[in-house]
């Protein structure tokens, strides 16, 4: 049955993880995690939230809520959604994992260890190969998760915006419906190919964006044609408005963006703050704003909430990504066999390169090592200068070529 006990062997005596049962137990999931993760929320709007809008996106599935029980009492809970994360020409399978949560009263006892091994062995079976989640970096350093994306933003002040040309700028109006095709057109061209981009279609988009016209009214940044060449969706964030998700095509685009989101910011009492755009360093937006105005881009790397991730299945993981993996080997020769030894196991590559040596290279890592190195979040000199790690100075030249340092980037409408 849907609801019947998973296996959990980590869990303590007298506890049972099982799936919650929607909707009569979504306030149970549903409380904890606000009382954990969001105290201060109006509970009203917060269980909207979690009634409506992550219940109803269109690849939530049930089962996809775990909940830990102790006498048929609500203890704690795990979610784990699946979604497909590209890396390149490869689509990976992702256990996204969220809001583990327990009671304060029940904690110190393995109950969250046991849920996070139950949310994966069911991520796992499902034939997901990567675990990704949002945490604390000390709490899920243990169960071999790795850093694998920090956040960035490029940063204008008040000052440097307003000796900017206000009449180069496209004109904004509030986004429509309508606007999902051009929308998810933008953010295929701009993030669509980046590592950690997940795949959406256009349902998704219109899914994304009716939930936010109607609380936070994303804007449109369009040319002197109505063709929309920008957008900024936004999120209401200690106390003022900040941009979740942003893409500009252009100067002009990103001149409107930049100059809506400073009216906004005085508009509810924030004058004079300097405006940020969620963008990746190398994106158009990013660059389109440097070559006009003075700016910074910044990168936050927070040492108590982070992105991580770890490999459910290294072989899986490997064969996920051999549609890319294969496109990067053919810039080496072909004449010596690349294994990764990956926390003690065996995976082959393929075929790399003759200035390797011939016969075989073996690469010593860990789970959290390919981790890193999938998303292009650590060097493969990185990897090798590691105490713990095994790789020569072939190995690194393969790893090198293998999984190059990326602009990974996961846009704010796939925060989960």
């Not at 996070?116 to 604390?136: F, V, Y």
Request: hydrophobic content about 45%; aromatic content about 10%; overall charge negative.
């Amino acid at each position: 049955m849907a609801d019947s006990p998973l296996w959990s062997p980590d869990a303590p005596a007298g506890v049972t993880i099982r799936p919650v049962r929607l909707p009569e137990e979504r306030d149970l999931f549903a409380g904890l995690s606000v009382a954990t993760f969001s105290a201060a929320a109006p509970w009203e709007a917060t269980r909207a939230f979690w009634g409506d809008y992550i219940v109803h996106l269109p690849y939530f599935r049930p089962g996809h809520w775990l909940g830990a029980f102790e006498a048929g009492e609500y203890i704690g809970g795990v979610a784990v959604y699946q979604r497909a994360m590209r890396v390149g020409r490869a689509i990976v399978s992702v256990g996204c994992i969220a809001s583990l949560t327990v009671r304060p009263d029940r904690r110190n006892r393995g109950i969250a260890s046991a849920l996070l091994a139950t949310a994966e062995e069911a991520s796992r079976g499902r034939g997901d190969a990567l675990a990704l989640l949002h945490g604390i970096p000390h709490f899920y350093r243990r169960f071999g998760y790795a850093d694998v994306f920090d956040p960035g933003w490029i940063r204008v002040t008040a000052a440097a915006l307003a000796e900017t040309d206000a009449d180069t700028a496209c004109p904004v109006r509030p986004a429509t419906l309508a606007d999902a095709p051009a929308l998810l057109e933008l953010f295929e061209a701009h993030f669509g190919g980046r590592v950690g981009a997940f795949e959406r279609d256009l349902d998704l988009q219109r899914y994304f964006l009716d939930a936010r016209i109607r609380d936070d009214c994303p804007i449109v940044a369009c040319d002197q044609d109505g063709q929309v060449r920008g957008y900024a969706i936004f999120e209401w964030s200690r106390k003022k408005w900040k941009v979740a998700e942003a893409v500009a095509a252009d100067w002009p685009a990103a001149l409107a963006l930049l100059r809506h989101v400073q009216g906004r910011l005085e508009a509810t009492g924030h004058a004079g703050d300097d405006v940020l755009l969620p963008c990746p360093a190398d994106s158009t937006l990013a660059m389109a704003v440097a070559d006009n105005v003075w700016s910074t881009h910044e990168t936050e790397h927070d040492a108590d909430a982070g992105w991580m991730a770890k490999p459910l299945d290294a072989q899986r993981l490997c064969s996920q990504l051999r549609p890319e993996l294969a496109e990067r080997l053919g810039k080496l020769s072909s004449r010596s066999t690349l294994t990764l030894i990956v926390d003690g196991l065996p995976v082959e590559l393929g075929r790399v390169g003759r200035s390797l040596a011939d016969g075989e290279c073996k690469v010593h890592v860990r789970g959290a090592d390919l981790a890193c190195l999938a998303f292009g979040y650590r060097p493969a000199s990185w990897v090798a200068a590691r105490s713990d790690a095994d790789v020569d100075s072939a190995g690194v030249a393969a790893l090198a070529v293998l999984f190059p340092p990326t602009g990974a980037w996961i846009a704010g409408t796939d925060w989960f």
